[in-house]
């Protein structure tokens, strides 16, 4: 029988690694809040081949005395807390003095640093748990801490790494999150912690190039637009509000600058970036009516609270917490969100398919939705020549009105719609259904949905005789991305090349989109690539092959689809129903949906009575 023993600090320090260090960005975001933690009013961060060969966190802080280097890396030591009653008013971003320990644990790390107040400095090294000697060290004051070779003594986790440009796609996500949080803010902010009024002077580099240099100076908003493009910081509305000891401030997007994910919802409390699942549905809540189902909203949100009105002490990673009152946070989101939409009256711009209705509950009703509910959220149509006079399908003889004596060739009577009457009637109603006679009946076709399943049937048929044709930009088109954003598109430019989406990198999260699928040239290019983003970026797992061809064939073809919503012309709405035969299964969309219902004439005539 195997006898139970004490496992060595080091097997234990690995373990701890396994929790907080999964990657490089992760060493990254310890390193930034040990430098914040340190009332740092400069950070500079400097990553070589995204963080696997080095990570180094340069800051002027309050630095570590020479004796304490050791200690340093010994787990469970802190200078943050000493009683267990602290746990319950931290104001530090760290607190549980395992960061340095793990990562001594997993790669070669050499610390120095020099408090303001000493002459000189000292400097260790902890190499996979060995700590060496504590030597004397001649450098400014603060702290500066290098990591070089994550990962090296532990061979199964650096498999699990991947290209240099994903892992610092993830080191900017945290560099960006911790950037938001430290900006100087504009807002007033009763009680806040006094680290925001001022911002942090934070700079990013990669392979010796400047990725970021966010100066204190520099505003919230002007982060943004430098983090995100200008694209998103133009379509933000600054919210502020109280309740009881709580304030929530920061900015909320237009719901035209939605996304499909809801990673560009920033959550911060305390300013410590969190994921919150309460107040996320909150934000969507409040966007409820605005936005189509599977779309989400793009937020800034800080909340400040009491450190004893947050427990930040319930994953290992501090990146989830615990409310003492989670309810009345949902409600200040919730109320401050709403509110501050209803006031922007972004009614008469909206464009909503009209399979959503605004009251419709998605999700858990919150306790103050209904009083919203006679919100006047009524969606106006879009204006008849937004997309052009182009006609929207890819229709091969667009039906022409023939003139007397010509003879037109006409299109082969299909088996569902019998030419008995030509021309078929269709009427459309609600700009979202036709209705066609037939002779089985009356069709009620749901518009999107059929084209859509035309177009993914059409791509499809086209991708296997190779990759879709595609139709050059004469001038490429920049989209603005977060630099992880960029990177995981861009590891799939071969397989977006194939579906006629060609991207290039433009560097510092820019991609160019130089030509788009002739295919689907109805839509902005850019719309289509932006849902097929969202889409790429939502997975953790890269899909198959075949799935994701399949994923992004039927995305594209939502995208270029008609919308519900749309007033159709005759031509188009023939065009669209003529074109039914045209694909394998017109039963269903793409997402398996019924593109049609049939009310069989039989059965009209015997609710009538006539048989
Ligand atoms: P924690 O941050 O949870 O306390 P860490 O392992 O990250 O644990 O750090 C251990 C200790 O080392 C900290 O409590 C702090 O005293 C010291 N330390 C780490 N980094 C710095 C820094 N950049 N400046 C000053 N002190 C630091
Ligand atoms: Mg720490």
């Known amino acids: 029988m195997r ?78 807390l000493t009683s267990a009653d602290d746990l319950f008013h931290i104001e530090t971003l760290g607190f549980r003095g395992e960061a340095l320990a793990s990562i001594g644990g997993v790669a070669q790390v050499t610390l120095q640093s020099r408090p303001p107040e000493e002459t000189y400095g000292a400097q260790i090294t902890c190499h996979g748990g060995q700590l060496g000697e504590v030597r004397p060290w001649n450098g400014s004051s603060g702290t500066r ?49 006094s680290c925001r009024a001022t911002g942090l002077h934070l700079t990013l580099r990669h392979n010796h190039k400047t990725v970021y240099d966010l100066p204190a100076s520099m505003a919230l908003l002007e982060r943004i637009a430098v983090l995100f493009g200008p694209d998103v910081s133009k379509q933000l509305y600054a919210i502020q509000a109280h309740q009881g000891p709580a304030t929530l401030t920061g900015y909320i997007a237009d719901p035209a600058c939605e996304r499909g994910t809801s990673r560009m919802q920033y959550l911060f409390v305390n300013g410590r970036w969190v994921r919150d699942r309460t107040l996320g549905h909150a934000v969507q809540e409040a966007y409820r009516g605005l936005l189509m189902t599977g779309r989400y909203a793009v937020a800034f949100l800080f909340l400040d609270l009491p450190p004893d009105q ?144 035309i177009l993914f049937e059409q791509i499809k048929r086209r991708m296997q005789s190779g990759p879709l044709e595609t139709q050059p930009l004469l001038v490429p088109e920049p989209i603005e991305l977060t630099a992880e954003q960029a990177a995981r598109t861009l590891e799939h430019r071969e397989a977006l090349a194939e579906l006629g989406l060609g991207i290039e990198d433009f560097g510092g999260g820019t991609i160019l989109l130089t030509s788009y699928p002739a295919l689907l040239g109805r839509r902005s290019p850019q719309e289509i690539l932006r849902a097929v983003v969202d889409h790429l970026i939502s997975r953790e797992q890269p899909p198959s092959r075949e799935v994701l061809f399949n994923d992004l064939m039927s995305l594209m073809a939502c995208h270029s689809a008609v919308r519900a919503g749309e007033r159709l012309t005759p031509e188009q709405m023939t065009a669209l129903v003529e074109q039914r035969h045209l694909a394998d299964d017109t039963h269903h969309c793409p997402h398996g949906r019924p593109t049609a219902l049939l009310f069989s004439r039989h059965e009209l005539e015997r609710q009538f009575r006539r048989v």
């Open 3 to 80: 006898r139970i023993q004490q496992l060595p600090a080091l097997v234990v320090n690995q373990i701890a690694a396994g929790e907080v260090i999964e990657r490089p960005a992760s060493v990254v975001k310890e390193l930034l809040e040990n430098a914040v933690d340190a009332g740092s009013r400069r950070i500079e961060v400097e990553i070589e081949q995204g963080g696997i060969d080095l990570i180094r966190v340069v800051d002027d802080g309050c630095g570590i005395v020479a004796e304490d280097l050791p200690l340093a890396f010994a787990s469970h030591a802190t200078s943050k």
């Open 310 to 453: 947050v427990d930040v002490n319930v994953h290992p990673t501090k990146a989830e917490v615990r409310f003492r009152d989670s309810p009345a946070l949902h409600h200040l989101v919730f109320s401050t969100i709403r509110q501050r939409l209803r006031t922007e009256n972004l009614t008469a711009r909206l464009q909503l398919p009209s399979t959503i209705k605004p009251t419709e509950t998605l999700g858990t009703p919150s306790p103050t939705a209904a009083s919203f509910d006679s919100a006047p959220w009524a969606l106006a149509p879009p204006p008849a020549s937004e997309h052009g006079p182009a006609l929207p399908f890819a229709s091969p003889q667009p039906p022409t009105q023939p003139m007397p004596g010509e003879i037109t060739p006409q299109p082969a009577p299909l088996p569902q719609l019998t030419a008995a009457h030509p021309p078929t009637k269709i009427i459309q109603l609600y700009d979202a259904y036709l209705v066609v006679e037939t002779e089985e009946g009356m069709l009620v076709i749901d518009q999107h949905a059929l084209h859509e399943r």
């Open 145 to 193: 801490v290098e990591v070089r070779h994550l990962f090296y003594n532990t061979p199964v986790r650096r498999k699990f790494l991947r290209t240099p440009a994903t892992e610092m796609g993830h080191i900017s996500e945290v560099f960006t999150r911790l950037a938001l949080a430290h900006a100087r803010s504009t807002f007033e902010r009763d009680g806040a912690r």
